[in-house]
Protein backbone atom coordinates (compact mmCIF):
# COMPACT_ATOMS: atom_id res chain seq x y z
CA UNK A 1 0.00 0.00 0.00
CA UNK A 2 1.00 3.43 -1.05
CA UNK A 3 1.19 6.06 1.41
CA UNK A 4 -1.10 8.95 0.87
CA UNK A 5 -0.40 12.28 1.73
CA UNK A 6 -3.51 14.25 3.42
CA UNK A 7 -3.02 18.00 4.36
CA UNK A 8 -5.38 18.95 7.64
CA UNK A 9 -5.99 22.50 7.98
CA UNK A 10 -6.91 23.63 11.43
CA UNK A 11 -9.11 27.30 11.68
CA UNK A 12 -8.17 29.06 14.73
CA UNK A 13 -10.73 31.97 16.33
CA UNK A 14 -9.46 34.38 18.45
CA UNK A 15 -11.93 35.64 20.93
CA UNK A 16 -13.94 38.33 18.87
CA UNK A 17 -14.18 36.57 16.24
CA UNK A 18 -15.34 33.09 17.99
CA UNK A 19 -18.27 35.19 19.59
CA UNK A 20 -19.56 36.65 16.03
CA UNK A 21 -19.11 32.86 14.19
CA UNK A 22 -20.15 30.44 16.61
CA UNK A 23 -24.31 31.03 18.28
CA UNK A 24 -22.94 29.87 21.70
CA UNK A 25 -26.74 30.36 23.32
CA UNK A 26 -28.51 27.63 23.60
CA UNK A 27 -32.45 28.61 22.12
CA UNK A 28 -32.76 25.57 20.43
CA UNK A 29 -31.77 23.39 23.33
CA UNK A 30 -34.93 21.00 24.93
CA UNK A 31 -37.27 22.11 21.81
CA UNK A 32 -38.97 18.88 19.96
CA UNK A 33 -39.12 19.46 15.78
CA UNK A 34 -42.64 19.45 14.98
CA UNK A 35 -42.20 16.33 13.01
CA UNK A 36 -41.37 14.27 16.45
CA UNK A 37 -44.36 15.66 17.95
CA UNK A 38 -46.72 14.23 14.93
CA UNK A 39 -44.86 11.03 15.34
CA UNK A 40 -45.49 10.61 18.95
CA UNK A 41 -49.55 11.55 18.79
CA UNK A 42 -51.35 8.61 18.92
CA UNK A 43 -53.89 8.48 15.83
CA UNK A 44 -57.84 7.45 16.10
CA UNK A 45 -56.85 3.85 15.21
CA UNK A 46 -54.80 3.47 17.57
CA UNK A 47 -56.56 5.32 20.45
CA UNK A 48 -59.73 3.00 19.10
CA UNK A 49 -57.29 0.08 19.55
CA UNK A 50 -56.23 0.83 23.35
CA UNK A 51 -59.57 1.47 24.23
CA UNK A 52 -60.76 -2.10 23.32
CA UNK A 53 -58.06 -3.76 24.64
CA UNK A 54 -58.43 -2.01 27.82
CA UNK A 55 -62.31 -1.77 27.79
CA UNK A 56 -62.63 -3.89 30.65
CA UNK A 57 -60.12 -2.24 32.64
CA UNK A 58 -61.26 1.22 32.48
CA UNK A 59 -63.91 1.61 35.56
CA UNK A 60 -67.24 1.94 35.41
CA UNK A 61 -68.24 5.35 37.18
CA UNK A 62 -65.66 7.79 38.26
CA UNK A 63 -64.80 11.70 37.67
CA UNK A 64 -62.54 11.07 35.09
CA UNK A 65 -60.37 7.94 33.55
CA UNK A 66 -63.49 5.86 33.11
CA UNK A 67 -66.75 5.17 30.94
CA UNK A 68 -68.42 7.48 32.86
CA UNK A 69 -66.78 10.25 31.94
CA UNK A 70 -66.13 9.27 28.64
CA UNK A 71 -69.98 9.20 28.10
CA UNK A 72 -70.33 12.79 29.49
CA UNK A 73 -67.57 14.57 27.78
CA UNK A 74 -68.28 12.78 24.36
CA UNK A 75 -71.91 13.77 25.21
CA UNK A 76 -71.30 17.38 25.52
CA UNK A 77 -69.11 17.70 22.55
CA UNK A 78 -72.06 15.89 20.26
CA UNK A 79 -74.58 17.83 22.33
CA UNK A 80 -76.14 14.80 23.49
CA UNK A 81 -78.39 16.71 26.54
CA UNK A 82 -80.55 17.79 23.24
CA UNK A 83 -81.33 14.37 22.44
CA UNK A 84 -82.35 13.91 26.12
CA UNK A 85 -84.44 16.80 26.41
CA UNK A 86 -86.72 15.39 23.20
CA UNK A 87 -86.64 11.75 24.76
CA UNK A 88 -88.06 13.52 27.99
CA UNK A 89 -90.92 15.72 25.92
CA UNK A 90 -91.91 12.26 24.62
CA UNK A 91 -91.98 10.36 27.57
CA UNK A 92 -93.83 13.10 29.55
CA UNK A 93 -96.54 13.19 26.34
CA UNK A 94 -96.67 9.13 26.65
CA UNK A 95 -97.76 9.31 30.18
CA UNK A 96 -100.28 12.11 29.58
CA UNK A 97 -101.82 9.76 26.95
CA UNK A 98 -101.36 6.80 29.37
CA UNK A 99 -103.68 9.23 32.01
CA UNK A 100 -106.22 9.91 29.41
CA UNK A 101 -106.39 5.85 28.47
CA UNK A 102 -106.97 5.54 32.15
CA UNK A 103 -109.51 8.29 32.40
CA UNK A 104 -111.59 6.73 29.16
CA UNK A 105 -110.88 2.79 30.71
CA UNK A 106 -112.79 4.95 33.71
CA UNK A 107 -115.85 6.59 31.72
CA UNK A 108 -116.01 2.60 30.28
CA UNK A 109 -116.17 0.95 33.44
CA UNK A 110 -118.57 3.46 34.75
CA UNK A 111 -120.87 2.93 31.70
CA UNK A 112 -121.09 -1.10 31.77
CA UNK A 113 -121.76 -1.19 35.48
CA UNK A 114 -125.58 -0.98 35.94
CA UNK A 115 -126.24 0.50 39.08
CA UNK A 116 -129.72 0.38 40.56
CA UNK A 117 -130.79 2.74 43.16
CA UNK A 118 -132.31 -0.01 45.49
CA UNK A 119 -128.86 -1.57 45.59
CA UNK A 120 -125.84 0.17 46.54
CA UNK A 121 -123.49 -2.90 45.51
CA UNK A 122 -123.21 -1.94 41.97
CA UNK A 123 -122.39 2.10 43.04
CA UNK A 124 -119.83 0.81 45.82
CA UNK A 125 -118.06 -1.03 43.46
CA UNK A 126 -118.47 1.48 40.95
CA UNK A 127 -116.37 3.93 43.12
CA UNK A 128 -114.01 1.52 44.01
CA UNK A 129 -112.75 0.34 40.84
CA UNK A 130 -112.87 4.20 40.17
CA UNK A 131 -110.78 4.86 42.92
CA UNK A 132 -108.43 2.48 42.21
CA UNK A 133 -107.69 3.53 39.26
CA UNK A 134 -107.22 7.48 40.29
CA UNK A 135 -104.62 6.12 42.44
CA UNK A 136 -102.89 4.14 39.56
CA UNK A 137 -102.85 7.10 37.43
CA UNK A 138 -101.63 9.17 39.76
CA UNK A 139 -98.77 6.60 40.75
CA UNK A 140 -98.11 6.09 36.87
CA UNK A 141 -98.02 10.48 36.49
CA UNK A 142 -95.41 10.64 39.91
CA UNK A 143 -93.14 7.86 38.54
CA UNK A 144 -92.67 9.64 34.85
CA UNK A 145 -92.42 13.00 37.24
CA UNK A 146 -89.38 10.79 39.43
CA UNK A 147 -87.41 9.48 36.11
CA UNK A 148 -87.71 12.89 34.92
CA UNK A 149 -86.71 14.97 37.30
CA UNK A 150 -83.65 12.30 38.03
CA UNK A 151 -82.70 12.57 34.13
CA UNK A 152 -82.66 15.99 34.57
CA UNK A 153 -81.00 15.90 37.53
CA UNK A 154 -78.02 13.58 35.94
CA UNK A 155 -77.84 15.70 32.97
CA UNK A 156 -77.26 18.71 35.02
CA UNK A 157 -74.44 16.95 36.67
CA UNK A 158 -72.45 16.78 33.85
Same mark, same amino acid.
Given at each position: MEAEKLDLKKEVYNKTQYSRTIDTSFNEFGI $???S?????????????GL? !??LFYDIPALGNNNSHEYL?? $?SGTYINF?????????LRAE????????????IGNITNE??? !? !??? !?DGREQLEAIQQELRTSQEDLINQTTQVSNSNL $???SDE
Amino acid at each position: MEAEKLDLKKEVYNKTQYSRTIDTSFNEFGI $TPVSEILDEQVSVEEFFGLY !NSLFYDIPALGNNNSHEYLVK $TSGTYINFNQDNEEIEALRAEIAQLRADLLAAQIGNITNEIPV !N !NDN !NDGREQLEAIQQELRTSQEDLINQTTQVSNSNL $TSMSDE
